[in-house]
């Protein structure tokens, strides 16, 4: 081996090796292209049990990339990142809900959402990596914002428990903005604000469990390239809920005020978790008694 070559590979860049980065973004780079090549149905309609085998996938690899971490640096550092990812993923739900809202809020059918998404992914990673490489500091400037932000949710969520479906839920001028636009520059520019708002809250908790740079980056980027599958997966599962609106609503107005609440009130995220699934579940057996009144009547 050359001392050029020897000299490239021992190089270090945040305390991994500069081989390990180069082949993390060349398999990010893979996965993205196979999740845009996945097939998108008939017509607009989407393909629920693709979405929820494509994120069973995405969950497995970044398994695989955990054992081999564990191969590689150790059981600590898979440990690391096996918390990072199901934090990032956990606290990424909150996100997943926002996105439903706007694109529901802006009537994107599914074909432009996976469009809006994909691009979404893109850029999600680009700003994690920037984030993450100037540390909390940066987001702490930015830390203000997020109460503007809940505001702004706690009055989505009050449309969505007035009105009478999940499209009522972003004002009508604020949904021509993007008719007025070619193509989905509107929408995408909304997922990025929508997530780089919800980093304030995810990175520094990973930083909390991990200071080594690679796990850091590496947990959430694997966390956010399994969100468009997984959106597309709980989307499909909401759509059959007669009272999805006032569930949204209501999962809406759960995380403004925890955003609101932020600097007062910690609320961890096994309670956060188990309050939205709590929401859903009388979302979800409110629907079922609909249904079978609304059968009954009909027979």
């Known amino acids: 081996m050359s001392f050029a070559w020897r000299n490239f ?17 060349l398999a990010v780079l893979a996965l993205i292209a196979a999740d845009a090549l996945l097939p998108e149905g008939e017509g607009d309609k989407p393909q629920p049990k693709l979405a929820w085998l494509w994120s069973l996938f995405m969950a497995l690899t970044a398994l695989g990339f955990a054992f081999w971490l564990n ?77 503007l932000f809940g505001v702004v949710l ?47 809250d995810s990175i520094p908790a990973v930083l909390a469990v991990s200071r080594d740079p690679f796990v850091v980056y590496t947990s959430n980027i694997a966390a956010i390239l399994g969100l468009r599958s997984l959106y597309f997966a709980l989307a499909s599962v909401l759509d059959k809920f007669h009272y999805l609106h006032y569930g949204l609503g209501a999962l809406l107005g759960f995380v403004a005020l925890k955003m609101l609440a932020a600097h007062w009130i910690e609320i961890p995220v096994t309670w956060s978790l188990g309050i939205m699934a709590g929401i859903l579940l009388v979302c979800a057996l409110a629907s079922v008694l609909y249904d079978r009144k609304h059968r009954d009547i009909t027979v």
């Open 154 to 200: 706690l009055y989505a969520a009050f449309r969505l428990l007035r009105g009478n479906s999940a499209s009522e839920a972003v004002p009508g001028w604020i949904a021509s903005l993007q008719k007025r636009r070619r193509g989905l520059l509107f929408v995408i520019l909304a997922v990025e604000a929508t997530d780089l708002l919800f980093a304030v």
């Open 9 to 25: 590979v021992e190089h270090r860049i945040a305390g991994a090796p500069l081989l390990w980065w180069i082949g993390f973004h």
């Open 71 to 147: 191969y590689a640096q150790g059981r600590q550092t898979a440990l690391e990142f096996v918390s990072g990812y199901t934090i990032e993923t956990s606290l990424s739900i909150d996100n997943l809900f926002v996105f439903l809202i706007l694109f529901r809020g802006f009537r994107i059918g599914h074909r432009q959402q996976r469009k809006a998404l994909l691009w979404g992914v893109g850029g999600a990673i680009v700003l994690r990596a920037i984030f993450i490489a100037a540390g909390v500091t940066l987001l702490e400037r930015f830390s203000w914002i997020s109460y």
